[in-house]
C-alpha cells in the first residue's frame, strides 16, 4: 500500500505515523433540473463552490493518526485516536448497519487488534462506492492523508498569535471566558461562549463547520464543567488543560485546512502512488526545469 501525502504529493514511508482526513463528496446544496430527450431529470452538482479547499470533497469526520505497515493501516494507540476513530465508525453505520455488517464487529470493548481489522475493512471498502450521511444529504466516503512532517512545519512556522495550537493562548482565552460565565445566571452560557471564541477568530471560512465533525465527548466536557460549578469549586486550570488536549486534534485539523487554502489546494482523495508512475514524473519535472533554466541563461546571460 503506497500512499502519498496530500499536501507534499511525497511517498509515505512505512512505520512512519501519518493523519488519516475522513473526507465525503461535495455537492451542490439543491438540484438542477436537466432535459434530456424530453425528460425531465433532477441532479445534484459535483460541487457546491469552486473556491476553498473544499470545493469537490468536504470533511467528514475527525483526522485519525494511523501509520501503514506491510500493505496494513495501524492506528496510533493512544485513546483520544481512538474516540476520533469510534466517532467515524459511528457515523459510518449510521447509514445502513445491515449492508456495513461486513466492516463492523459487533461488540463493545474491541482490542486494537480488532478496531485495526475494521480500518483496513473500512479504508477498502472506500475505494469502491460506500455511501455515508452527511447533514444534508447522502454522499460518498473517501480518505486523504497528510504526513506527520506537515503538522511540524506548522507547529513550526504558524505565529503563536494566530494558532489555538499554541496551548498558552488557548489557555488564556479560555480563562477569560471562564471568568466570565462564573458571573453569569446559567453557567450553560459556557457552550456559545466557548464555541463562538474558539472557531471564529481562528478558522477559515472551508474549516468553520470542523467544530461539528469532531465528537460529542468534547462537548461533554463543557457540559461537565458548567454542572460542577453550579455545586462546588472547579480546578480551572485542570479543566483547561483537560479541553486543550482534547480539542488539539480539531485545531490541527484547523491548521491543515488553512494551510490548504493558502496553498490553494483542494482536498482529494489518496493518490495510491505508483513507483514507475514517479519516476516518469520526475523525469518529466527535470526535463523542464532543465529547459527553463537554459532558456533564461540563455535570455539573461548577464544574470
Known amino acids: 500500500m503506497n500512499i502519498t501525502c496530500l499536501i507534499t504529493k511525497e511517498y509515505i514511508q512505512d512505520n512512519t505515523e501519518f493523519y488519516l482526513m475522513p473526507l465525503a463528496k461535495s455537492k451542490a446544496y439543491s438540484p438542477t433540473d436537466v432535459i434530456k430527450d424530453r425528460n425531465s431529470y433532477s441532479v445534484y452538482s459535483y460541487s457546491h463552490t469552486s473556491c476553498y479547499p473544499t470545493a469537490y470533497y468536504d470533511y467528514f469526520a475527525p483526522i485519525i493518526k494511523?501509520?501503514?505497515?506491510d500493505g496494513f493501516l495501524f492506528l496510533a494507540e493512544n485513546n483520544l485516536n481512538l474516540n476520533n476513530f469510534k466517532h467515524l465508525l459511528n457515523l459510518v453505520i449510521k447509514k445502513d448497519s445491515n449492508s456495513l455488517s461486513h466492516i463492523y464487529i459487533k461488540g463493545e470493548n474491541y482490542s486494537y487488534n480488532q478496531y485495526n481489522i475494521i480500518l483496513n475493512k473500512l479504508f477498502k471498502?472506500?475505494?469502491?462506492?460506500l455511501e455515508v450521511p452527511t447533514y444534508w444529504k447522502d454522499s460518498i466516503l473517501k480518505f486523504s492523508a497528510v504526513s506527520k512532517q506537515v503538522i511540524s512545519y506548522i507547529y513550526k512556522n504558524i505565529p503563536a498569535e494566530c494558532s489555538l495550537m499554541n496551548k498558552k493562548l488557548f489557555c488564556s482565552i479560555i480563562q477569560d471566558k471562564l471568568n466570565e460565565i462564573k458571573k453569569e445566571s446559567n453557567p450553560i452560557l459556557l457552550f456559545r461562549h466557548l464555541n463562538f471564541d474558539i472557531e471564529y477568530p481562528f478558522v477559515t471560512n472551508s474549516s468553520r463547520s470542523l467544530m461539528h465533525r469532531y465528537p460529542r465527548f468534547i462537548y461533554q466536557l463543557l457540559t461537565d464543567y458548567a454542572e460542577?460549578?453550579?455545586v462546588s469549586e472547579v480546578n480551572d486550570q485542570e479543566f483547561i488543560e483537560n479541553l486543550h488536549t482534547e480539542l488539539t486534534p480539531l485545531f490541527e485539523h484547523i491548521e491543515i485546512d488553512r494551510l490548504l487554502d493558502n496553498l490553494n489546494i483542494k482536498l482529494q482523495p489518496i493518490v495510491l502512488f505508483d513507483h514507475n508512475s514517479n519516476n516518469?514524473?520526475?523525469?518529466m519535472v527535470n526535463f523542464v526545469k532543465n529547459k527553463v533554466n537554459k532558456d533564461v541563461k540563455k535570455r539573461y546571460n548577464d544574470w
Open 66 to 69: 494511523v501509520y501503514k505497515n
Open 125 to 129: 471498502e472506500s475505494n469502491n462506492v
Open 228 to 230: 460542577q460549578i453550579k
Open 280 to 283: 516518469k514524473y520526475l523525469s
